[in-house]
């Protein structure tokens, strides 16, 4: 219970019932940020991301010498993991196993901590069924001289086109450039007509919009236009956590919003570690609300629809 006020950057702690070592050492520094103190930021709002998170394979970001050190993106387990991160054994697509990150409860987003993970990238299918997507994403990626109000135009059309297919959606801040639009898909659908649909609504707002929109992903031709990253749907592809945090100056937050909270001053790295709690007690109402409820899928006539296509 002392831990708090050590500041050091030895010794240990047993936190939430998890051995933190070096808690007091800095992992961000513009706010600084400690260790302890991003284990307690993923404590407050464990009731938040656990069910983004957990029993899903997850690939990680770590940064063993904090935000501004050498990162690395990792997808698989290694050895010397704390207890809370769970082997997830999945079949490659060539039958081999390979074993994955998991996590079950906040023990695991805190081991996730003391393993110097800075960021966690869920795939969009659980783990009772890594075949089939129980989430589309689509990331806007902006070439730096797009205009802001250009990328929410752009989020607001991947709404309304999803919406066409009866398809509710969200959208959440990355913490980095762009925005992500998510659509929870409840029962999950196998990945080949997602790929398919994410594809077709990607190549058909290029096509529209060939000046704004780019749906192939070379970075040369990106030239003033937004990428539409269809790609993240995929078996085995990942995006960052709602609520995660990034390994970036100032400890941006991939933040959840209210679609009528996207407006021209609300830029992606809006809310980070030092400001998104206020934001969430200030809340009326979650976000994101009913994204665990809404049950939504691909109707027969859209997936008949993709199959000849
Ligand atoms: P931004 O808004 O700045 O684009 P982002 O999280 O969408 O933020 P992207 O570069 O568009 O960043 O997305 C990359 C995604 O690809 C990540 O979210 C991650 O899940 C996935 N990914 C796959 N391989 C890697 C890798 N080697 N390094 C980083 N990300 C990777
Ligand atoms: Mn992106
Ligand atoms: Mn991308």
């Known amino acids: 219970a002392a831990g708090k006020a050590e500041s050091g950057a030895k010794g240990e702690q047993d936190f939430h019932g998890?051995?933190?070592t070096h808690p007091g050492r800095l992992l961000y520094e513009e706010p600084a940020i400690s260790k302890l103190d991003l284990a307690q930021y993923y404590v407050d709002v464990a009731d938040r991301i656990m069910p983004h998170v957990k029993h899903r394979p997850l690939a990680i970001v770590r940064c063993p010498d904090?935000?501004?050190?050498?990162?690395?993106?990792?997808?698989?387990?290694?050895?010397?993991m704390p207890d809370a991160?769970?082997?997830?054994?999945?079949?490659?697509?060539?039958?081999?196993?390979?074993?994955?990150?998991?996590?079950?409860d906040e023990r695991?987003?805190?081991?996730?901590?003391?393993?110097?993970?800075?960021?966690?990238?869920?795939?969009?299918?659980?783990a009772d069924d890594v075949d089939k997507a129980d989430r589309i994403i689509f990331d806007l990626d902006p070439d730096?001289?797009?205009?802001?109000?250009?990328?929410?135009?752009a989020a607001k059309e991947v709404r309304d086109r999803l919406q066409e297919l009866k398809l509710e959606s969200f959208v959440k801040t990355t913490g980095g450039k762009g925005l992500h639009v998510v659509a929870p898909l409840r029962p999950a659908v196998a990945w080949e007509p997602v790929k398919?649909?994410?594809?077709?609504?990607?190549?058909?707002?290029?096509?529209?919009?060939?000046?704004?929109y780019l749906a192939k992903s070379s970075k040369a031709a990106r030239g003033g236009k937004i990428f539409i990253d269809y790609l993240r749907?995929?078996?085995?592809?990942?995006?960052?956590?709602?609520?995660?945090?990034r390994a970036r100056a100032g400890a941006p937050i991939s933040a959840p919003l209210d679609w009528r909270e996207l407006n021209a001053r609300l830029r992606s790295d809006r809310y980070r570690l030092g400001n998104i709690r206020d934001r969430l007690a200030a809340l009326p109402r979650d976000p994101w609300e009913g994204f665990f409820d809404i049950r939504q899928s691909l109707g027969a006539k859209t997936l008949s629809a993709l199959k000849t296509s």
Request: charged fraction near 20%; include cysteine.
């Open 85 to 104: 991160i769970k082997p997830f054994s999945v079949k490659s697509k060539e039958g081999a196993r390979e074993s994955y990150v998991s996590i079950e």
């Open 18 to 20: 998890v051995r933190l």
């Open 233 to 245: 749907n995929d078996r085995g592809s990942t995006a960052v956590a709602p609520y995660s945090t």
């Open 66 to 80: 904090g935000a501004s050190g050498t990162c690395f993106f990792q997808k698989h387990l290694s050895a010397g």
């Open 108 to 126: 695991g987003l805190i081991a996730l901590v003391q393993f110097g993970v800075l960021e966690i990238h869920p795939w969009g299918a659980s």
């Open 196 to 212: 398919r649909l994410t594809q077709a609504i990607a190549f058909s707002m290029a096509a529209d919009k060939p000046a704004l």
């Open 144 to 153: 730096p001289k797009v205009e802001w109000p250009d990328v929410i135009a």
